[in-house]
């Protein structure tokens, strides 16, 4: 029975956890958090994420390592790779925690993104508002998630305050851009180098965190240029296991605006909504399996369930609807759960996601 250590024991850990039962994997986690979702599926060293003794064990008693979150320190990935295969690769890891060098990465692959200026005082933003023109977002380079290290400045009164409020540099100033939409895509790859990609996902969120996803998506122009990017991406990092990239649709244009070298909350509908879920796949990859087929088995919607559940009564049986509860202590702006739907068509998948939502907010 092969053995996977991973670095963090959040939802992402759970859901690889519970994927890895069907390929009879044991798992071990590394994670200082008390109580972590994972712990349902396999031990948990709770020790710092950069802690020597607790990469050490997991290097000693796994056949590979990965990580569930993008902010592992790079050090502590290469404090190991000596000892046991450790993916995705710390390349990928290092663009991914820096805004800037995640922009660079795109730049130099051709992949199209909004302009944007490095930001280290007022006078550097002022001077990007007047070339890349207001609004614009402001954001940390470094350790932002869910729309938290950002401010959007609207007009010159904004303007003042905003480096300061954003810690005063190691900045980065983007234009907003005006999407249609936005989408991500989800690809993995395997150590001998086989590629699959899901199908192209479309994302709605609320105060910078992801809301509803729906796949698949209806474009096949978009969807063809979007997979042309991920393989780029796959290609150029010698990559093994899920990586997402994020875009935002302008036209028949996408801007990237970030990637995820992990399995991706927009990726939650393929457990019941996928012929192999994204997490299934991640394992596959990293342990050099065959990849498992990524084709969608209707069409599907995940809605995050944020800051609170739903009462426990909530009857979901009309609505061939799958609720995952992370057993997470409820807070505010905390994901504890989703919900997943699968329907056979676009008009019942609408109509059920109305509804859910109705629910939800009742
Ligand atoms: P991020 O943390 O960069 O993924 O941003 C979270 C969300 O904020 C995105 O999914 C968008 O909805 C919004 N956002 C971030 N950057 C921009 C931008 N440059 N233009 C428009 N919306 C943005």
């Known amino acids: 029975m092969k053995k996977v250590g991973i670095i963090g024991a959040g939802q992402l ?33 709770p020790l710092p994420f950069d802690s020597a003794e607790g990469l050490s064990q997991l290097a000693r008693d796994t056949d590979v390592v990965t990580y569930e979150f993008e902010n592992v320190p790079v050090s502590a990935i290469e404090q190991i790779s000596g000892d046991v295969a450790v993916y995705p690769p710390s390349d990928a890891l290092r663009y991914a925690q820096d805004r800037l060098h995640e922009k660079q990465l795109f730049e130099s692959l051709q992949i199209p993104i909004p302009s944007y200026r490095t930001i280290d005082s007022d006078q550097d933003l002022r001077e990007a508002a ?166 969608p088995v209707g069409h599907a919607a995940m809605l995050n369930l944020i800051g609170s559940m739903p009462p426990p009564n909530l009857d979901l049986g009309g609505y061939s609807a799958c609720l995952h509860d992370y057993g997470k202590e409820a807070r505010p702006g905390r994901k504890l759960g989703h919900i997943t739907v699968v329907t056979g068509d676009t008009a019942a998948l609408d109509l059920t996601v109305t509804r859910l939502t109705e629910i939800l907010v009742a």
């Open 130 to 295: 007047s070339e890349i023109g207001l609004p614009l977002v402001l954001k940390t380079r470094r350790l932002g998630y869910d729309g938290k290290g950002q401010i959007v400045v609207r007009d010159e009164d904004d303007l003042a305050n905003a480096v300061a409020a954003l810690g005063g540099s190691d900045l980065i100033a983007e234009q907003l851009v005006p999407f249609d939409r936005e989408v991500s895509a989800i690809g993995v790859r395997n150590v001998r180098g086989d590629v699959v990609v899901y199908p192209l996902i479309e994302n709605q969120h609320r105060n910078g965190i992801l809301n509803i996803s729906r796949a698949p998506v209806d474009a096949p122009a978009l969807t063809a240029l979007a997979i042309r990017h991920l393989e780029q991406m796959l290609c150029h990092l010698d990559y093994v296991g899920v990586l997402t990239i994020e875009f935002f649709v302008v036209g028949d244009e996408l801007l990237a605006n970030e990637f995820a070298p992990r399995v991706h909350n927009s990726g939650h509908w393929t457990i019941e909504g996928a012929a192999t879920s994204q997490f299934e796949n991640h394992l596959r990859a990293v342990l050099d399996l065959p990849l498992g087929d990524p084709s």
């Open 13 to 45: 850990g759970q859901m690889l956890g519970f994927a890895g039962q069907k390929l009879d994997l044991e798992f071990v986690f590394l994670d200082p958090s008390p109580n972590p979702p994972a712990a349902v599926v396999g031990p948990v060293l």
